[in-house]
């Protein structure tokens, strides 16, 4: 019975340990970034001199700023993203309502065909691809960084799971109103999908916004170049850039993202966990 | 389909799959397929065109004695980066769920470092690694031991990078793990309690078993990242000192890019492929489709 209780007691009374242990590892964890912000807002004599009271600092962002085209490689960013969003909803869309809805023959092989890009991603066959978009003339433009990434297995899947789950009922109603193959899609399986569309955007923004191996093959100058090219170009060590200017220039790359992560925590998490789960 | 008749309706699904097909054709399936037989030719040269060399590429790759290291390092990488960081991803998860004070807080600390791009991460960290004037050298010297040239030192490159790599990616993870432990029956808990069993014995025995389809989903993923993730490597180390901390797709990249000899890199990407393929066959196998492709 006393050891029972002991036991019962180590479920309820180890908290405090937890707790402690729990802000250990999220101080542990956070603190790289954090450091980041310190080096950023502060001269650079401080950077490893942690005063409570050193004079605070905006000059590193300017220097940065001053150094590097960073709003141009955001816009590029911006661009890259919207463009690559906007067209893999639209693709994704056809093929998944395609795969949900139509029995076509030849549809399971085509379907393992698709899958195969959740292995096989562009970025592993970065000869060939490259050469393609050479062949096409599209070396040095945001089209060529974002064509290969168009057509999404994983957007492909996932909206498919969503249709398939949408209720036969609501298709044949909206058919006996009038609407051909794309109103029911538009008006039917779409609006149902919205959580779907959702998560798969997050997790396409986050990915594209922060990938760095293709967009750094591809673009070759400033007009092009995405953020994280940029980035990468500037905090080459050899430049011998000092670390609070390479702290201001990583701080205002990952910001926008950042902050959206910051203001919508629950979206993404959830949209993070649903992209695996479902 | 009531309105689509059986002849239509091959005619609409390949229609609406075919933005899709033509770009995965393009930029997957025929690329898969030109890698192949370009790994079958000699490099070609302004006096001498690419010709068939048969497996000429494969004999002198097998001789390679940066191929055997950077498929090697890339062996401990992945081991060194996925048990640590499922560990601490479970362990995280494990915190989370309980209704711990500033709960929001911690999630979104251990979280923040998926969101934050490789390149971005590698920045931050090549100071905690710089010899003499970096974070990690100053406070070591300010206990009284001697700074280490982290990223320098082929006995320390992998594991700097494995220690970055492992910060990046446990958030990640623990997001699987917390939904899995969200959708665990609140009843195992209470009566594991009634019986009077210990909480780490509750752990091993209900908890851990019970993940084992999220720990395989991740293993996988992790395996993938492994193998598909080289960003850090152009800001931290460049692959050295002496390829010491290389890995494949790097080196992939170095030689279509920095040697110019794409059709080495081919060969080197059939080996890619084959690893990848591997993978694709155990998860087949292994993974419980059921529980996370439903």
Not at chain 2, 17 to 39: E, G, K, M, V
Not at chain 2, 234 to 243: R, Y
Not at chain 2, 276 to 293: C, G, K, S, T, V
Request: hydrophobic share 55%; aromatic share 16%.
């Amino acid at each position: 019975m006393t050891k029972q209780l002991f036991f019962q007691r180590s479920w309820n009374y180890s908290n405090g340990l937890e707790i402690v242990g729990a802000w250990l590892l999220a101080l542990l964890w956070i603190s790289p970034l954090l450091y980041a912000f310190w080096a950023a807002f502060h001269p650079s004599e401080y950077a490893v001199n942690f005063e409570l009271f050193a004079p605070i600092t905006l000059d590193n962002f300017a220097e940065a700023l001053s150094q590097a085209p960073f709003l141009q490689y955001g816009l590029n960013t911006f661009v890259l993203v919207t463009m690559l969003l906007a067209s893999q909803m639209v693709v994704c869309t056809f093929a998944a309502y395609a795969f949900a809805r139509y029995q076509f023959a030849g549809q399971n092989i085509a379907f393992s065909l698709v899958l195969v890009q959740l292995m096989i991603t562009p970025e592993i066959l970065i000869v060939e691809n490259y050469s393609t978009l050479a062949d096409l003339s599209l070396v040095d433009t945001i089209t060529g960084i974002g064509l290969p990434y168009m057509a999404s297995a994983f957007g492909i899947f996932l909206l498919r799971q969503a249709f398939k789950s949408t209720p036969k009922e609501l298709e044949e109603a909206a058919r006996l109103e009038g609407c051909g193959m794309f109103g029911v899609l538009w008006r039917v399986y779409v609006p149902l999908a919205k959580p779907t569309y959702l998560a798969y955007g997050l997790v396409s923004i986050s990915h594209h916004w922060n990938n760095f191996l293709w967009p750094l093959i591809v673009s070759n100058s400033v007009e092009t170049r995405p953020l994280t090219v940029g980035l990468g170009v500037f905090g080459a060590p050899e430049s011998g850039v000092d670390w609070s200017i390479v702290s201001a220039a990583t701080l205002l790359s990952v910001a926008p993202l950042m902050i959206s992560f910051l203001l919508f925590q629950r979206q993404f998490i959830q949209s993070f966990m649903h992209s695996g789960i479902k | 389909m009531r309105s689509a008749s059986p002849g239509m309706r091959h005619i609409y699904g390949w229609l609406l799959l075919t933005p899709a097909a033509i770009l995965l054709i393009a930029f997957t399936h025929y690329p898969t397929i030109a890698t192949f037989i370009d790994s079958f030719f000699s490099k070609s040269s302004a006096i001498r065109p690419s010709r068939f060399i048969g497996f000429s590429n494969y004999d002198a790759m097998l001789e390679d004695p940066i191929f055997w290291k950077v498929l090697f390092n890339n062996l401990w990488f992945a081991l060194g980066t996925i048990p640590t960081s499922i560990a601490i991803a479970i362990s995280m998860a494990l915190l989370v769920n309980r209704s711990l004070p500033g709960q929001g807080f911690l999630r979104m600390a251990y979280f923040t470092p998926t969101i934050l791009p490789m390149i971005a991460v590698a920045n931050i960290w090549l100071f905690f690694y710089t010899p003499q004037i970096g974070l990690i050298d100053q406070i070591l010297q300010g206990i009284g031991f001697s700074g280490h040239n982290w990223l320098g030192d082929p006995n320390t490159v992998l594991g700097a990078v494995i220690v970055m790599t492992v910060w990046k990616e446990a958030g990640f993870f623990m997001i699987f793990y917390l939904a899995a432990l969200q959708h665990l029956p609140k009843e195992l808990e209470e009566a594991a309690k009634l019986e009077g069993s210990s909480r780490w014995y509750f752990f091993w025995r209900v908890t851990f078993p019970l993940l084992m389809p999220t720990t395989l989903f991740v293993l996988i993923n992790a395996v993938l990242n492994s193998f598909k993730l080289v960003d850090h490597l152009f800001v931290l180390t460049k692959g050295g000192p002496d390829n010491a901390s290389n890995l494949l797709l790097y080196y992939i990249y170095e030689n279509a890019f920095s040697y110019f000899d794409p059709n080495y890199a081919s060969t080197l990407t059939v080996v890619l492929l084959a690893l990848l393929a591997i993978i694709a066959l155990l998860q087949f196998f292994l993974l419980d489709r059921r529980i996370h492709y439903r």
